[in-house]
């Protein structure tokens, strides 16, 4: 087995693992913060609200300054960073004597963050080009894995061993996955070459690669992708309860519908991936867009859950082309050297799209509903989908005429 190959092993199950201890928490989170004294339900809220948050906050302003880093002394060691950092202060969790401590210690996690943005960056370093559709894709399947099953597993160890627990479980796993990569993961970095390289600051990095039109395109389209798609996640079990109504296994619905759309993103994301080494990752970028808003259609159509269950399937299948041939292309069109900072960049982005797509889909769903959410999505998705076509496909043409 190649290197890279090994190596994508390793960081598949590294980007599991990162992936699903961010979101354990998600079903118990309200019942820990009870336990550690709010009793208050308004306040229980309020407080579940601002300790998920407060991890992708920091990881929006602190991922730029690891990817500075890691251009100048490797990638493999800001994953470690990251990764050993993340088992201490996720097992610290677990020993929370109050609310104040569980969100110092999620800005904490936030903060040391960049498992994913470092795996993605070495991965692009070590991979022929020929395939790195593919291995953009199956990286990406194992961050999409860890995102859906985090939550059921979470659901399941609260039941089993206590809440407690389940942070010293995932520091534990942390750590392995950590330790794995340090014995396992190669990485060829010239730390001589990099220390000639100008230290440029991370304001400046930014100005450097936002004159790259296409990676200004890219982080763009990062962003737009994850507003449109996460706009209306927190309205999904709303919609859901008001196709099925109050009766039984509402929430096994309502949970189906949220987690299916995440299954078949794991499944296309590898193939697709694959198919853009093979007719180029503009094109599968463009049609993934086109695809992804024609799903919101029907999803502002729907009258039952299954005709929901059903577009929100063949959504998560074109969602599989998206983010990899964004990775792909940023590999691509980066300068060397300055990859892993190209890659937090984006992770940036992808953050903040995370953090204002569901705000503003809260906020506009009082007058519009979750149905012309689904609209606005896909209104946004169809213009990205031209933005690429002009950015990435018809100006690189032009200029090689």
């Not at 859901?240 to 619905?253: K, T």
């Not at 993103?265 to 463009?286: F, T």
Request: overall charge positive; hydrophobic content about 55%; charged content about 10%.
């Amino acid at each position: 087995m190649g290197n890279w190959k090994l190596n994508l092993v390793v960081l598949w199950f590294g980007n599991f693992l990162v992936m699903a201890g961010m979101t354990m928490i998600i079903p118990f989170l309200p019942l820990y913060i009870q336990d550690l004294g709010i009793t208050d339900p308004g306040k229980v809220a309020f407080w579940s609200g601002i300790i998920f948050a407060g991890n992708f906050i920091t990881s929006f302003f602190f991922q730029p300054l690891w990817g500075k880093l890691a251009d100048r002394y490797g990638r493999k060691m800001m994953l470690l960073r990251s990764g050993f950092g993340m088992a201490i202060v996720m097992t610290l969790m677990g020993f929370a004597g109050d609310v104040w401590h569980l969100l110092l210690l999620r800005v904490l996690n936030g903060t040391i963050s960049g498992f994913v943005p470092a795996a993605v960056a070495l991965m692009s370093a070590t991979t022929p080009r020929e395939k790195m559709g593919f291995s953009m894709g199956t990286l990406q399947s194992g961050g999409t894995a860890g995102s859906i099953l985090g939550p059921f597993i979470g659901g399941l160890l609260a039941e089993w061993v206590g809440f407690r627990p389940i942070f010293y479980i995932t520091g534990a796993l942390l750590f392995l996955a950590s330790m794995l990569a340090m014995f396992v993961v190669k990485e060829k970095f010239d730390t001589g070459k990099a220390a000639k390289l100008p230290n440029v600051s991370v304001v400046a990095g930014l100005k450097e690669l936002g004159k790259i039109p296409q990676l200004s395109a890219l982080f763009a389209v990062t962003f737009l992708i994850q507003f449109s798609m996460l706009s209306s996640m927190p309205l999904i079990p709303l919609f859901v309860q008001h196709l099925h109504g109050e009766g039984e296994m509402l929430a096994f619905y309502a949970g189906l519908v949220g987690s299916i759309t995440g299954f078949s993103n794991m499944i296309a994301s590898p193939l697709l991936g694959r198919l853009g080494d093979k007719i180029g990752q503009e094109r599968v970028l463009a049609v993934s867009l086109v695809g992804a808003a024609i799903m919101f259609i029907p999803q502002a159509l729907v009258q039952n859950v299954w005709q929901l269950f059903a577009a929100r399937f063949m959504l998560g299948m074109f969602m599989g082309g998206l983010l990899p041939s964004v990775n792909a292309l940023i590999r691509k069109h980066t300068p060397d050297g300055m990859e892993s900072r190209a890659y937090s960049f984006n992770s940036s982005f992808l953050s903040l799209g995370n953090m204002i797509g569901p705000t503003v889909g809260g906020a506009l769903s009082g007058a519009l509903s979750i149905r012309g959410i689904f609209l606005i999505a896909t209104v946004m998705l169809f213009a990205n989908a031209v933005w690429v076509n002009r950015t990435l496909i018809r100006k690189p043409a032009a200029a090689s005429e």
